[in-house]
């Protein structure tokens, strides 16, 4: 889960946030997990969604037994039998690999030597970049052995190339061999200009995920982000700790997206030295990159190093059931949850991170809806519910699930992501992270007015928490993405509460108190739920087929994909 808002953590407590998971054990990538499902406690399930029903999936999925439903582990042998469990209750139909309930998500972990130096030769010397204190660097490639000599560095800017907003900062430079030194998040962050990209909101061009994509679109040899902690919303040391130990990744064979040999970041002091040993002051070059027609100017400096990596081949599952629609099966509406947390540690008192709001609760709220749909009667398009594994580690269930569609995704109309859902009670508001994407917020907006609620966006948009989850795959390859839950203005208690309810699980995010307790209200996610059951209908029971806005950086590969099929 990549927090937001109420009931989730503040924004300084994120990067890819969770790449420090604790490393899944080795599975067989030819076979689904043969375990049986927990036996839980004897639960008698309404057809409707019911507050006891998602306390009793919370309550069984967040238990002990499950032991944090880490990937790889006999956690994650519970956990998707118990998914495919309720599945097969419902009535779905298998989604997954071979007529089973299961898709196989291989993976890679890759593990960067902290003894690496980076040998920067700049103003007539040559110096070491320590690992940890000066820079991170790390690769995707699956190799053990990466090694770059005498790179030139040129600086790009932001390394944006949007074409949407007349904007590219590799125009007439060729950066083929060299070293990418790119600023964090987007022009209009730090020109304070809300009209430039979308001011304070961070766009897709201000995540650091996307420069590493484009530098490598581009030809680089490495890229380096300069780390400030406004821009980034985050201090170094988190960067330096998530990018140190195990990194997960796809194999790249399994990933359409382009990748670099080694990628990184600097801090904010190296980088200011490194200007100034080109002749350049950093406040003026962040000045000149915050305006249209900048150019990329070449650093009087060279990069290299030799960076070694254990490498280790794993794999996890993702769980896919669907109700086969009557009019059109090969069109598609997702409900989407990850079904993985953190697992357990060693050591003594609570050992196991429960994961009962993250994510146990969307896990619960699509077994939910699912049941709802099935008790509604057929669908006209398909209605697919997707739990996936690996979202800890980087959003990977997802992204497999992307690069390999068990539904095409030119068909599908569109995903809707539950992901920590609010257990503080009923709320006034409803909360869109990344509100002003896609026209799936004009529809969720009708039924919002039904049950007398206001839409908002998220309380720190320059956190880009909209790139921070799931749905975010689902967004980058085309596909609208909505990904909305309760808010904090609660209708017992008001904003005061809701903020209060934010702060007490601020201290139990990715902690082993995330664990269900009494107090909890339910009756705020079944009216949570009802609301993207309704979405879910309307789309899966008519033949619209929602847009990004225009403007949106998404929308070109949509347009696409619906011309290549109408």
């Given at each position: 889960m990549r927090p937001t808002l109420i009931l989730l953590c503040s924004?300084?407590?994120?990067?890819?946030?969770?790449?420090?998971?604790?490393?899944?054990?080795?599975?067989?990538?030819?076979?689904?997990?043969?375990?049986?499902?927990?036996?839980?406690?004897?639960?008698?399930?309404?057809?409707?969604?019911d507050a006891d029903d998602v306390r009793a999936l919370v309550t069984t999925l967040a238990s002990d037994e499950f032991e944090g439903r880490a990937p790889g582990s006999a956690g994650e042998e519970k956990t998707v039998e118990y998914i495919k469990a309720q599945y097969e209750r419902i009535g779905l139909e298998p989604g997954g690999d071979n007529g089973t309930f299961f898709q196989t998500v291989p993976m890679v972990e890759t593990t960067a030597d902290e003894a690496t130096v980076l040998r920067l030769e700049s103003g007539g010397a040559t110096r070491d970049l320590a690992f940890g204190s000066d820079m991170v660097i790390g690769t995707r490639t699956g190799r053990t052995q990466v090694s770059v000599a005498d790179s030139e560095l040129v600086f790009v800017g932001y390394g944006v190339n949007a074409p949407e907003q007349d904007w590219n900062d590799y125009a007439g430079v060729d950066v083929k061999g060299k070293t990418v030194?790119?600023?964090?998040?987007?022009?209009?962050?730090?020109?304070?200009?809300?009209?430039?990209?979308?001011?304070?909101?961070?766009?897709?061009?201000?995540?650091?995920?996307?420069?590493f994509e484009e530098a490598a679109r581009q030809g680089a040899a490495a890229a380096l982000i300069i780390h400030d902690t406004e821009g980034a919303s985050y201090g170094w040391d988190v960067v330096k700790n998530s990018w140190s130990g195990a990194q997960f990744d796809l194999r790249a064979e399994d990933d359409p997206e382009p990748r670099l040999p080694a990628q990184?970041?600097?801090?904010?002091?190296?980088?200011?030295?490194?200007?100034?040993?080109?002749?350049?002051?950093?406040?003026?070059?962040?000045?000149?990159a915050n305006r249209r027609g900048f150019k990329a100017v070449p650093l009087q400096a060279?990069?290299?190093?030799?960076?070694?990596?254990?490498?280790?081949?794993?794999?996890?599952?993702?769980?896919?059931?669907?109700?086969?629609?009557?009019?059109?099966?090969?069109?598609?509406?997702?409900?989407?949850?990850?079904?993985?947390?953190?697992g357990k540690h060693e050591g003594e008192g609570d050992t196991i991170y429960n994961g009962a709001v993250d994510n146990a609760t969307g896990v619960a709220g699509i077994i939910e809806i699912a049941e709802r749909f099935r008790q509604s009667g057929a669908p006209q398009r398909s209605?697919?519910?997707?739990?996936?594994?690996?979202?800890?580690?980087?959003?990977?269930?997802?992204?497999?699930?992307?690069?390999?569609?068990?539904?095409?995704?030119?068909?599908?109309?569109?995903?809707?992501?539950?992901?920590?859902?609010?257990?503080?009670g009923r709320s006034r508001d409803v909360v869109v992270t990344g509100k002003g994407n896609s026209a799936l917020e004009d529809l969720l907006k009708s039924h919002a007015d039904r049950q007398q609620r206001t839409l908002v966006e998220e309380g720190n948009p320059a956190g880009g928490y909209y790139f921070r989850s799931d749905h975010f795959n689902f967004a980058k390859a085309g596909v609208p993405a909505l990904y909305a839950k309760g808010g904090s203005d609660l209708v017992e208690g008001g904003a005061a509460a809701g903020k209060a309810a934010g702060d007490e699980y601020a201290s139990r995010y990715h902690q082993p108190g995330d664990e269900i307790h009494d107090g909890w209200k339910f009756d705020g996610i079944v009216e949570d739920l009802e609301l993207l059951f309704a979405v879910g209908l309307e789309l899966a029971d008519g033949d619209q087929w929602p847009n990004w806005y225009d403007g949106n950086p998404f929308k070109a590969a949509r347009d696409a994909q619906r011309a290549a099929v109408e």
């Open positions: 924004g300084s407590l994120l990067l890819a946030a969770c790449n420090r998971a604790p490393a899944p054990e080795a599975a067989d990538a030819s076979a689904p997990p043969a375990a049986e499902a927990p036996a839980a406690e004897a639960h008698t399930f309404k057809p409707e969604i030194v790119i600023l964090v998040n987007d022009p209009g962050f730090h020109a304070g200009d809300e009209g430039l990209f979308e001011g304070n909101r961070m766009t897709y061009y201000g995540r650091w995920t996307y420069k990184g970041w600097i801090t904010g002091e190296v980088a200011q030295q490194l200007f100034s040993e080109s002749g350049l002051d950093l406040k003026e070059q962040y000045a000149a060279k990069v290299s190093f030799d960076l070694a990596s254990t490498v280790t081949q794993k794999s996890s599952q993702n769980v896919i059931g669907y109700l086969p629609g009557t009019r059109a099966a090969d069109e598609s509406v997702i409900y989407l949850a990850h079904w993985d947390h953190l209605v697919v519910f997707l739990a996936v594994t690996l979202e800890e580690s980087g959003l990977l269930g997802s992204k497999f699930y992307v690069a390999q569609p068990a539904f095409p995704l030119e068909k599908t109309v569109g995903v809707i992501n539950l992901d920590a859902m609010s257990v503080a």
